[in-house]
């Protein structure tokens, strides 16, 4: 043990005092590996950067992974089956949709069916018993939102991140007249037409005037409004929901391993339905772009990289030129060749390293401006923190730059016959 | 007196050019602990490529040699960088101080061995040992760039003598310097032959060699003994 590690520290103490002789060699080899180490970091930390903003989306649209989702049809029954059985639970939460037109009274709403304000999702339908035919009256100063009543936090399972106001509080009593938190589209909506603060919802007891207490990116296109489940009951019985003129879309967000789902999926089969669930996993399904993304960048990054090797052996080797002297004499006074060898390996080590610290703290602090100064108007970047994996990977680049650009000229100076003193 | 080096037959002969030229041929030596050899001949004589051969930079093509009773005619190397470490002090005509560190650095280099370095504090109390026996202890923590041929000259002796070495082996140490300077170095050289050392000095200098215990004639790779006319 002492003789191997003094036998490595000889070489480090040597090999920074061959570095700090030559401060100028080492500068000039240190930029061409430096360009390649940043190269290397900028490509990492952009891959997982980007993963995680990608990821970052999906996961607010499909929930995070391994969140259980299930969809079922909307019919009263199994409506306030779910409405029950979930009921004060945060393993799980039921999302219920149902159309609700905001503005002027009497007036079709400027997208019906909910669609984006940029789509045209076609004509709003009234139907009967003999078939549906095109909703009579005018276009008038009313949006129609997708009206999402919750059963309890949704955010466990989809991060919405708050855009301005407040996200809806599950914590306190119902109140009598619902609050509502529109999703971006919805507000971009409500931007775009001044209407008349009314809510309608086929089969309410009343018209409300909406209390909307904030906005909240969803990452949906559709312009929705989130509202307490408890809350819209007060004023909508369930029985409207389940209408087929007004609702449509029923889902249920799961923990993994909650015992509701048993539970649900036996209670809807009593009711004559087949449930289906599945697992969210957004991970899985990005895979293959990621690592292709990876493959890309790290090639690009391994071109650059292999090009500040190539100028740390050329360093290198011109810097074992000069000492051809100074390693004969070493190995006249008994120093081993491995030892020799071992003294140019530190040196490029060394300067690798160096230059991977560098070009880490280089790479952190540009990510920190730009986060500074873009951050407001580009929210994947805000926030963002300079990812570990990049830095190991920095690290390594610079480690192995240091192995190959080090090795060649190690193997020099081991063979420089030391009759050179000699003849010198 | 025990004999320290024993060469008997050595031949070196150099290929690699059209024919191969013998610039050894038979070469028989003795040197015995304390004792100094002053080698003399003609430029391109051999006696660098003799002196590679004794201090272990190279090995003979022919011939016996033993160190301490032990036959190393054919040694491999990294057991041959051990003996130069344990048994061989060089000096050189070119003084080959390294400029970026300090006369005690430059003496310490000589330490590192295939263990790495000794510790610390003992490396320095020999260090300033080896310093003080060439009489140039003031000078540790100055640099080459900044002293006198003879100075850095005696710097490289230190480094000779910092591991207490059972043979010196002076390749024309005195040939950058002036006369004055020159015996100053000779001066230090047989001073550690009085400490048991045993001393090879090439040399043109008749003066030099005359202060020797013996001088050998090395003529086209042939060494004889000049018979001592005093
Ligand atoms: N590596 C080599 N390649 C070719 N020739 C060599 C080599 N080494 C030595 N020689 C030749 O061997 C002969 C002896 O060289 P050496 O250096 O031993 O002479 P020397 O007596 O030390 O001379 P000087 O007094 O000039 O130092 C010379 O003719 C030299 O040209
Ligand atoms: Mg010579």
Redesign the pocket.
């Given at each position: 043990m002492r003789r191997l590690s003094g036998r490595f520290r000889s070489s480090l103490i040597i090999g920074l005092q061959g570095i700090r002789a030559r401060k100028l060699r080492t500068l000039l080899s240190m930029i061409s590996l430096f360009l390649g180490v940043l190269a290397v970091v900028v490509v990492q930390a952009g891959a997982s950067i980007a993963e995680r903003a990608l990821l970052a989306d999906l996961e607010i649209t499909q929930g995070y992974d391994g969140t259980r989702v299930m969809d079922m049809p909307m019919e009263q029954a199994s409506t306030d089956m779910l409405a029950a059985t979930v009921h004060g639970r945060s393993d799980a939460v039921a999302m219920m949709g149902v159309s609700g037109i905001v503005g002027e009274p009497g007036v079709l709403p400027v997208n019906p069916g909910a669609a984006p304000l940029d789509q045209d999702w076609g004509p709003a339908m009234v139907c009967n018993d003999v078939g549906c035919e095109p909703a009579p009256g005018v276009k008038g100063q009313a949006v129609e939102v997708r009206l999402t009543a919750l059963s309890g936090d949704v955010r466990k399972f989809r991060p919405f991140r708050t855009v301005t106001g407040q996200w809806l509080d599950f914590s306190k009593v119902p109140a009598m007249s619902p609050k509502l938190v529109l999703n971006r589209a919805a507000a971009d909506a409500f931007n775009q037409y001044r209407v008349p603060a009314e809510m309608r919802v086929g089969g309410a007891a009343a018209n409300v005037t909406p209390q909307f207490v904030g906005v909240v990116d969803d990452g949906d296109m559709q312009p929705r409004a989130y509202v307490r489940l408890d809350e819209l009951t007060t004023w909508l019985p369930t029985s409207r929901m389940a209408d087929p003129m007004t609702g449509g879309e029923m889902r249920l967000l799961m923990s993994p391993g909650s015992p509701v789902e048993p539970v649900v999926v036996s209670k809807l089969k009593a009711l004559g339905n087949e449930p289906y669930v599945y697992t969210v996993e957004s991970r899985k399904d990005q895979e293959k772009q990621l690592t292709l993304m990876r493959l890309v960048f790290f090639s690009m990054a391994g071109l650059v990289l292999l090009i500040g090797v190539a100028g740390i052996l050329n360093v290198g080797l011109a810097t074992v030129g000069e000492r051809v002297e100074e390693f004969a004499l070493r190995r006249a006074v008994g120093t081993p060749r491995s030892l020799l060898a071992g003294i140019v390996l530190a040196e490029t080590l060394l300067t690798g390293l160096l230059t991977a610290a560098a070009a880490i703290g280089a790479a952190a602090a540009g990510l920190k401006v730009v986060t500074m100064l873009v951050g407001n108007s580009q929210p994947i970047l805000s926030d963002v923190q300079f990812p570990w994996e990049a830095g190991i990977a920095g690290i390594i680049a610079g480690l192995v730059a240091g192995v190959l650009g080090g090795f060649i000229p190690a193997l020099r100076a081991a063979g420089i016959?030391i009759?050179t003193v000699?003849?010198a | 007196m025990t004999t320290l080096i024993a060469l008997d037959g050595i031949t070196k002969v150099?290929k690699?050019?059209e024919q191969p030229?013998t610039?050894l041929d038979g070469v028989g030596l003795t040197v015995d602990a304390g004792q100094s050899v002053a080698i003399v001949?003609?430029?391109?004589?051999?006696?660098?490529?003799?002196?590679?051969v004794i201090g272990l930079f190279d090995r003979p093509d022919q011939g016996s040699y033993q160190l301490d009773g032990q036959e190393i005619a054919r040694l491999p190397e990294r057991r041959a960088a051990k003996l130069r470490s344990s048994h061989f002090g060089f000096v050189f005509?070119r003084f080959f101080l390294l400029k970026h560190l300090t006369a005690a650095q430059n003496v310490a280099m000589a330490l590192v061995n295939g263990q790495g370095w000794l510790p610390r504090r003992q490396r320095r109390t020999r260090v300033l040992e080896a310093l003080d026996q060439v009489g140039i202890a003031h000078l540790a923590k100055s640099r080459p760039t900044k002293m006198s041929g003879g100075e850095q000259q005696r710097v490289a002796i230190a480094r000779a003598l910092v591991r207490d070495p059972k043979v010196l082996l002076a390749?024309?140490p005195t040939g950058a310097l002036d006369t004055e300077t020159g015996t100053l170095v000779i001066d230090a050289l047989l001073a550690a032959t009085e400490r048991g050392c045993g001393l090879i000095l090439?040399t043109?200098d008749r003066d030099h060699a005359a202060r020797m215990g013996r001088i050998h004639d090395?003529v086209d790779?042939v060494l004889t003994e000049r018979v001592a006319v005093r």
């Open positions: 016959p009759a000699m003849r | 150099l690699g050019q030229r610039i001949g003609r430029s391109g004589s051999g006696k660098s490529t003799l002196l590679s005509q390749d024309e090439v043109h090395l790779g």
